[in-house]
DNA sequence: TTGAAAGCGCTAACAT
DNA sequence: ATGTTAGCGCTTTCAA
């Protein structure tokens, strides 16, 4: 069965295949009822026009690839909900590359390699071990790119990051005022967000009130909660703090589960704190208090940047800058 | 800054194109030394072959549409590793399609109008209120599909889904035979699972024991933990049950949390049952007995069989149903 | 073993 | 207002 072309819309409808690529594109030279014609001819054959052709005519592939690492996938998942909608709605489709950094054989670039072969009209990337080099080879091949929780700008590269540091440094001073500094943080292996500057935060709050934060109090964990739960079911034998900072909600869960399991009382004996506000803060007991990142807008404000770039439209903020802030609920008091 | 096509490829290693694609596709009729002449161009000029061009001259695009309703989506999540996994092994590039079935102007169509229009190797549907009208849609333009959590099979179709009646009907039959007959439902208004069929099953098993399992034993619930939360908070401020089952672990977590407020113990008081066995089920206070379905492996599945059928290879099983178990948890006796 | 040339299904000048 | 034609960047016969 052959797939129907312009050219046989072009013979049923006794025109050229010029005056089909015309109505199919809107052109309003197109006399009425030649149009009509036309139009009738397409729904009589059910034609789609073919959109790889198009693209290579064009140059154009009316798509967006999303390029993150697996081990991403909790945060992303969160986050595509705005982004497909976005896209969606400004007519790109969108097509998922996830990398993966175990194994040999350099995956990383061959998956780079499949989104410059893709031809994507841009790219976004996230915040990773291996981001630069990504937004270098995107920067290669010229390819508009807008990077998620990592700072950078340049030609056709834009970024949008949460400020970690500010609101880690405004929670931790607000508790050592009250005196309250048996205080660590959590800190997933991987998160959208850089952790780095949410600990430069806590440290800057600690030497502002003339005390040091050091690096052993920063627990590097699993983002599997299989793992960090039986891990912190174990620390809380022996362990205890008056808050703990959390790079992310499930870490969170698993430290008030491990801790209660101990006989903790959360919030009396120890306060919590999570981050992301995703559904596990809310389905968590106690609820966590947790720093709200606006996940979803992050992702349709890359799709939205990425698409101005590809218009040629004036970007007024090309390293945009997104504020957080505290949802209280029962994990503090 | 032009892109680098084969043919600056050809000029650079003094051969002609063809040549050079036969070079990048593999061929081993070229001679070891031109080979190497045009690797080396390759290399020195950064050329990677565009995708789209070569879609065009193949009329394969190595690409694998994913379409599927918003409300489906935290499902899909779940799934969309096994199905990124594979069609990555497989060298196939995963492109994301949502349909929204709120608002005008048919959306629905518009969405299965792009997915053609992309020339998508082969499509994935799931299961949704529209999902005839999809299938119907793919068969029209032949496009190899696999519809995941409905029952179809047809020349270029395939499906994958869940027994959810066995288990239901089992687990409720181990009940009744205890004399545990003050049963519930709750059943989310989407799944990836057809969770009439999970009714079914209870329904046969009461009717096994001469009972009767009414509809109006049956409550339908957002997906939102938001809402269902509430309304369960609110719900058991008067109703008693033995045992609920629910059709997603997120829903069964509202329960838990809703009735606990409301001074019912759980497994003690009351029992619970959630379903997919996602994290949510571990991470609930008890947690959840649940049952398991093997989520990761049915976008696996999926992406073989339809490259199986891409490549004209034999399936043995047209409409595979995968079986699931119980597993025991804190939420049951 | 290599090259020439046609063609994939469109778009976009350029003509008419 | 419509048709003709030259690409877009590849693959794939067919010749040499």
Chains 1, 2 share one sequence.
Request: charged share 25%; glycine share 6%.
């Amino acid at each position: 069965m052959k797939k129907t072309t312009i050219y046989d819309v072009a013979e049923e409808a006794g025109v050229s295949l010029a005056t089909v690529s015309r109505v199919i594109n809107g052109s309003n030279v197109v006399k009425p009822a030649t149009r009509e014609r036309v139009l009738d001819a397409i729904k009589k054959l059910d034609f789609k026009p073919n959109q790889i052709a198009r693209g290579l005519a064009t140059s154009k592939t009316t798509s967006i690839a999303i390029v993150f690492p697996e081990s991403l996938f909790a945060h992303v998942k969160d986050m595509i909900g705005g982004i497909g909608d976005t896209a969606r709605t400004l007519d790109y489709n969108i097509s998922i590359y996830t990398t993966e950094e175990i194994g040999d054989g350099n995956p990383v670039n061959s998956v780079l390699e499949k989104v410059i072969k893709s031809r994507a009209d841009g790219v976004v990337l996230f915040n990773s071990d291996n981001v630069d080099n990504e937004i270098e080879m995107m920067k290669k091949y010229n390819v508009p790119t807008v990077v998620i929780g990592y700072e950078v700008e340049d030609d056709n590269l834009c970024s949008i990051s949460v400020d970690a540091k500010s609101i880690s440094k405004e929670i931790t001073n607000d508790y050592l005022d009250r005196g309250i500094d048996d205080i660590i943080f959590v800190k997933p292996r991987q998160n959208l967000v850089r952790l780095d500057e949410f600990a430069d935060g806590i440290k800057e709050a600690f030497a502002a009130h003339g005390l040091t934060f050091g690096d052993e109090r920063i627990i590097s964990t699993s983002t599997h909660y299989e793992k960090s739960y039986p891990f912190f079911q174990n620390y809380f034998k022996d362990h205890r703090h008056q808050l703990v900072l959390n790079g992310y909600d499930k870490e969170a869960v698993a430290v008030v589960n491990g801790a209660q399991d101990n006989g903790i009382a959360i919030p009396d004996d120890m306060e919590v704190i999570g981050m992301m506000n995703t559904s596990y803060s809310i389905m968590s007991r106690p609820a966590l208090t947790t720093i709200h990142v606006p996940v979803y807008e992050l992702g349709a404000m890359a799709i939205r940047l990425l698409t101005k770039m590809l218009n040629g439209e004036e970007i007024t903020e090309h390293k945009v800058i997104v504020s957080t802030h505290l949802i209280k609920r029962n994990s503090t008091k």
